[in-house]
């Protein structure tokens, strides 16, 4: 790694990451974060019944300045296990950290709220790089949103 990417690397660390509200303006911006690099290219939109079942999500954020640049969703499924979902990270900050950034901060922000298991349904061109943070692929790869998909897990205990 150079000097430049070392450089990067450490003002992603410094970045703030935090829990968005549903329906504030950053909520807004991770609408149209996940619709740029998630729904858009593959023709897809989200509704109004989408976005309101997110309420009672946790949502997260990560902001150069008041630009959202990362995000993504941890939605319960049991008292112990959580689905993480729409993880986008902006293109121009793709490849310098800000993804395992947001990553860590979601396990802990889950750990804290009494999960013991984050669950996802992964596209397959990105399950390598949640292999690299300690995701494990159960089952067989799967069509969903016109995409292949890997059920992964991590054990947060």
Do not use: W
């Amino acid at each position: 790694m150079n000097s430049t990417n070392t450089g990067r690397n450490n003002l992603i660390c410094s970045m703030p990451i935090k829990i968005i509200d549903h329906g504030s303006p950053a909520y807004e911006q991770m609408v149209q974060l996940r619709m740029d690099i998630l729904r858009k290219p593959l023709g897809l939109h989200f509704t109004e019944e989408d976005l309101k079942n997110e309420k009672d999500d946790i949502l997260i954020g990560a902001f150069e300045d008041d630009d959202l640049v990362a995000c993504c969703i941890l939605t319960k499924i049991s008292p112990t296990l959580c689905k993480l979902r729409q993880m986008a990270v902006h293109q121009k900050m793709q490849r310098n950290g800000i993804g395992h950034a947001i990553m860590q901060f979601a396990e802990h922000v889950a750990r804290d709220a009494g999960f013991k298991t984050i669950t996802m349904h992964a596209r397959k061109t990105a399950e390598s790089f949640y292999e690299k943070i300690g995701y494990s692929t159960y089952g067989d790869e799967f069509i969903e949103v016109t995409l292949p998909h890997v059920e992964m897990r991590k054990n947060l205990i």
